[in-house]
């Protein structure tokens, strides 16, 4: 896996040094299409996990994308930048729809009302909550205090880690739709190609 990996960084790198290549098209080719690494011999337990996700959120499998090192092979995270795909390493899905979005912010501003208090902790939460929301990004990790949902989602995650996906952690996240997924990930290669990377 290791050659696979590289060759892969590789041509990724000359990608993003490729001026007649477009963030968008980089964004689409490597990550919402193609792959993914931990199943590039074994494509059919993609799709079975894609439908295990797609299920959960009544959505079809074509809304549900593996994104991170576990797609690429490496990391494109500020804080992990070039990091290979390894043991430790979780399998991050995002799952995009509007309908699975609303449906969720539908109910927040309802549990919202009924918060009297918060810690400071809480407090901090739900500002990070804030700001990934505004990028129409839903965080389960930051959702507010003991939301209901928060609680169905880390079981749904827990219960398909470790298992027959794969001996990881596998985690989710909700985007709006394909133009938040695009535009955050398209201010991340911006700033990497402003780097030129060889």
Known sequence: M????????????????????????????????????IYYEDEERYFFLKQKVANFFNVSTTKVVMVGSAKLGFSIAPKKIWNDFNEESDID????????????????????????????????????????????????DLFPFNYTKKNEWFEFFKSISYGKYGNYKIAGAIFRNEYFFEQYHSRNISRLRLENYE
Request: net charge negative.
């Open 93 to 140: 899905i995002v799952v995009i729809s509007e309908t699975v979005f609303d449906e969720y912010w539908q109910e927040l501003p309802i549990f919202n009302i009924n918060v009297k208090a918060r810690s400071q902790q809480e407090d901090k939460n739900y500002r990070e909550f804030l700001e990934y929301f505004l990028k129409g990004w839903i965080r389960p």
């Open 2 to 37: 290791k050659e696979i990996i590289e060759n892969r960084k590789s041509a990724f790198k000359a990608e993003l040094n490729n001026d007649l290549i477009s963030d968008t098209v980089i964004i689409r080719k490597n990550l919402l299409h193609g792959n993914p690494i």
